[in-house]
């Protein structure tokens, strides 16, 4: 930490560096705040433009934005660099990832760490590294989850939404897609989930006036689909239910999509109508598995036949359900993959899945709740500052190789830009190959109808790809 503070200038650089093809809402709402505390705010977005490192001369504070795995690990790449270029401005990480890595973050030479609720934290740093403030630098907690009043975010100067992910419908047809986010945080406590460590169970809810007038900027940007990017869009079904109300009266010409899960689909049934009748076109879901042992290791609060409960009120209502999975974990078998394989084929769903869901492997960072999980330290490997995570090896090495093969083939696949029932068929003969055993055929199944979606999946809590990166 620089010992005193300096005089420098009111500029302060928001980096964004991977956030799945989303308009970043983390770099839009501190920009708002930071630009109504009197800074020079500029936002780069490293996922759609290399670092000028011009900007970042004489900045007082560059903040960097960590959401996701992927995201931090390229900061590990990008932190030195812009310590270089900015030699006496106060770094800070915040978002999600960053308390959690907080230690290996000031070894890059980062200054400070903020995690969930960071938009006062990053005002007060921002005040101290302009100078304007004489005492030492605040102290700010690792992780505040302490209300914010929110205020409307500032996108002016982030990239423009038709640069982002787009929605692909099921007849070739596309819309340019709006991203914001009506809560953040979760009630819940999933142990592979990121969030929890930080959030430890809670959540926070965004007015519906500045959800609203979020949307509003975005449509007359152009959005014709907003993607809610709360972890949970009916953990607060009250709210959730009086933003859509009003998102149909006020946007008749808007669809959405939101991640919900079994649990909430199940106890909120009365909503699904609700969700339809107002634009729903989609609803993502972290299934994670189909087998009832591997989710109450991930207290995930559904089982199998929760899932296929919850699909078939979706499928009453018109709405589509993308489940999304971690398959490959500890405790998965040779079998229980092809299970999986096997019932996706049966629920019709193979159209519906991202083949990137069937390849990826748990993820267990720093501050885990699977570490919670009796015996299962035991089964890790110590923490690899490269991973950024605690490797694991399946205790039948013919698992991992499947992992790897079906990882191999999805990656080629996409750079083909084959069709998901091609890679599927791909990985549903490698699946059996694993078990010893011919591949029955798929002639003839149906593999469900194409659904609508983002031209980016969504995934969270598994091994990281770079190639769609482009900032370093
Ligand atoms: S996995 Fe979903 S429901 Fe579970 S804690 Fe994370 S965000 Fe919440």
Redesign the pocket.
Known sequence: MPPTSPQRGRRVVLISLYELGRQPFALAEPAAWLRGAGFDVVCVDLSLARLDTSVLSGAALVALHLSMHTATRIAAEAIPRIRDAAPDALLCAYGLYAPMNAKWLSTLGTDAVLGGEMEPGLVRLAEWAAGTREEACPVEPLVSRAKVDFVTPDRSDLPPLDRYAHLILPDGGRSVVGFTEASRG?K???RH?P??PVYEGRFRIVPLEVVLDDIAQQHAAGARHISFGD??FLNGPTHARRLIGLLRQRFPDLTFDATI?IEHLLAHEGMLAELKEAGCRFITS?VESLEDEVLRHLAKGHTRADFERALALCRAHGLALLPTFVPFTPWTTLESYADLLRALVDLKLVRAVAPVQLSIRLLVPAGSYLLRLEGFGARLDPFDERLLGYPWRHEDPRVDVLQQRVQAWVGEAEAKELPRERVFEGIWRMAHEAIGVQPPSLAGADHGDALPRLSEPWYCCAEPTTSQLTGF
């Open positions: 979760c819940h406590l999933c989930c969030i929890v972890p949970d899960k972290a």
